[in-house]
């Protein structure tokens, strides 16, 4: 969710080594700062998001003096430079912090932003056990944890590659997707396509991103989570290129929603759908309120988004949600045979064609993604959903 301040571990520790950190952390970001500065680097906001939450995987203590440097950094990226006054001498622990921003001197936000990001990779890297580093894509421009991202014969691929979590979209991965998107929609490919690695396509939301949340935090909580939601409905509904799911298997919650936003969708026939919305006290999301009736008529609709239905991938092909459906001994050579033939077609074409087919409801689109959000944030606040989500822990414990 929304990143906390860093705070500097070890309250109780001598006013002389905090002094230490904070002199040490002087002498060290200018060197860091010119660096970024003379290669010009500057980090998204998509990728500053997802350094915020990489900083909570870690599982070693990375010690006083590199908190301060991740303090002083994000307050630089996100406030720019330090204008508090500074804390009286006896005030050890935010003398340290204010010191440790103070050096960062007028270094740029987005500057720091890269700083922080460079950072907290390089720290992410020293503490992974090998399973977990970040798989690259072929040109080497950026590193996924929870995707598989190629790109090849005029073919974007990206693959949620979660498969011991039936591909749960967590916080990261929510983040890794935008950024993938982001990439995609900026390179020399003329398609791009979603699939998942494992038996599974998406299960929908990791619903372990609402559990250990203090009372406190959850309003908070829904209003970050909605705000994310946001951003990540938008992102397939501003894609400027064909967008096309590969489902390999069954979809859930957010993952069947948003493929009313996709240009085609192919499936194995041992694929399944289903959107438990009110089953979890929650409400349709992805702009389904607006493309699901469009697409397959108000009634049918309302069974899927009202009463929770579980369809085959047959019937998601009779509503006109799913493009083709495949048998799945040769689903991927079917599919990909046609996406092959698709990808050697003239890109501005198909660009210019989605804009023409896309534009009548682009502005509609992001209007109901906005209410579908704020309508989620009032119901993840809800004793109704909270009581759905513990009911649903519970019973899970007990399989």
Same mark, same amino acid.
């Given at each position: 969710?929304?990143?906390?301040?860093? =705070?500097?571990?070890? *309250?109780? /520790? %001598? !006013?002389?080594?905090? +002094?230490?950190?904070?002199?040490?952390?002087?002498? #060290?970001?200018?060197?860091?700062?010119?660096?970024?500065?003379?290669?010009?680097?500057?980090?998204?906001?998509?990728?500053?998001?997802?350094?915020?939450?990489?900083?909570?995987?870690?599982?070693?203590?990375?010690?006083?003096?590199?908190?301060?440097?991740?303090?002083?950094?994000?307050?630089?990226?996100?406030?720019?430079?330090?204008?508090?006054?500074?804390?009286?001498?006896?005030?050890?622990?935010?003398?340290?912090?204010?010191?440790?921003?103070?050096?960062?001197?007028?270094?740029?936000?987005?500057?720091?932003?890269?700083?922080?990001?460079?950072?907290?990779? =390089?720290?992410?890297? *020293?503490? /992974? %056990? !090998?399973?977990?580093? +970040?798989?690259?894509?072929?040109?080497?421009?950026? #590193?996924?944890?929870?995707?598989?991202?190629?790109?090849?014969?005029?073919?974007?691929?990206?693959?949620?590659?979660?498969?011991?979590?039936?591909?749960?979209?967590?916080?990261?991965?929510?983040?890794?997707?935008?950024?993938?998107?982001?990439?995609?929609?900026?390179?020399?490919?003329?398609?791009?396509?979603?699939?998942?690695?494992?038996?599974?396509?998406?299960?929908?939301?990791?619903?372990?991103?609402?559990?250990?949340?203090?009372?406190?935090?959850?309003?908070?909580?829904?209003?970050?989570?909605?705000?994310?939601?946001?951003?990540?409905?938008?992102?397939?509904?501003?894609?400027?290129?064909?967008?096309?799911?590969?489902?390999?298997?069954?979809?859930?919650?957010?993952?069947?929603?948003?493929?009313?936003?996709?240009?085609?969708?192919?499936?194995?026939?041992?694929?399944?759908?289903?959107?438990?919305?009110?089953?979890?006290?929650?409400?349709?999301?992805?702009?389904?309120?607006?493309?699901?009736?469009?697409?397959?008529?108000?009634?049918?609709?309302?069974?899927?988004?009202?009463?929770?239905?579980?369809?085959?991938?047959?019937?998601?092909?009779?509503?006109?949600?799913?493009?083709?459906?495949?048998?799945?001994?040769?689903?991927?050579?079917?599919?990909?045979?046609?996406?092959?033939?698709?990808?050697?077609?003239?890109?501005?074409?198909?660009?210019?064609?989605?804009?023409?087919?896309?534009?009548?409801?682009?502005?509609?689109?992001?209007?109901?993604?906005?209410?579908?959000?704020?309508?989620?944030?009032?119901?993840?606040?809800?004793?109704?959903?909270?009581?759905?989500?513990?009911?649903?822990?519970?019973?899970?414990?007990?399989?």
């Amino acid at each position: 969710m929304r990143e906390s301040r860093p =705070e500097v571990a070890g *309250a109780r /520790a %001598p !006013p002389s080594a905090r +002094a230490r950190s904070a002199r040490g952390l002087a002498r #060290s970001l200018p060197a860091i700062n010119l660096h970024i500065t003379g290669t010009a680097m500057v980090a998204t906001e998509a990728e500053f998001d997802i350094a915020k939450d990489k900083l909570k995987t870690l599982t070693k203590d990375p010690g006083n003096e590199v908190k301060l440097k991740i303090y002083a950094l994000f307050k630089q990226a996100t406030q720019g430079p330090c204008s508090s006054p500074k804390p009286s001498m006896l005030d050890f622990v935010n003398k340290a912090k204010w010191e440790a921003w103070n050096s960062l001197g007028k270094a740029t936000t987005e500057e720091a932003r890269q700083m922080y990001v460079d950072l907290i990779e =390089e720290l992410v890297s *020293a503490d /992974a %056990p !090998p399973q977990r580093k +970040a798989t690259a894509t072929k040109d080497g421009t950026s #590193s996924f944890q929870t995707l598989d991202v190629t790109t090849e014969n005029n073919i974007t691929t990206i693959t949620l590659n979660r498969p011991d979590r039936k591909n749960a979209i967590s916080i990261l991965m929510y983040n890794e997707i935008m950024q993938a998107l982001e990439q995609a929609a900026k390179d020399d490919s003329t398609l791009t396509v979603m699939t998942g690695n494992g038996d599974y396509y998406c299960s929908g939301n990791d619903l372990s991103n609402f559990t250990n949340i203090a009372p406190e935090n959850m309003e908070q909580l829904a209003k970050d989570s909605a705000a994310r939601l946001r951003k990540y409905v938008s992102c397939y509904i501003d894609f400027p290129k064909p967008l096309i799911g590969v489902i390999n298997g069954p979809a859930i919650g957010v993952a069947v929603t948003v493929l009313g936003l996709f240009d085609v969708v192919y499936a194995t026939d041992k694929a399944n759908f289903q959107t438990p919305f009110s089953q979890l006290g929650q409400s349709p999301e992805g702009c389904s309120s607006y493309t699901f009736p469009k697409i397959m008529g108000t009634t049918k609709a309302n069974e899927i988004l009202l009463f929770n239905k579980k369809f085959t991938a047959a019937q998601a092909c009779e509503l006109g949600l799913v493009t083709e459906v495949f048998p799945d001994a040769t689903f991927q050579k079917e599919v990909w045979n046609k996406l092959h033939a698709y990808a050697k077609l003239p890109k501005n074409s198909l660009i210019y064609s989605k804009q023409l087919i896309r534009g009548v409801d682009k502005e509609t689109l992001h209007v109901v993604n906005a209410q579908e959000c704020d309508r989620l944030e009032e119901r993840w606040l809800s004793v109704d959903c909270i009581n759905a989500i513990m009911s649903f822990f519970e019973k899970r414990s007990k399989l």
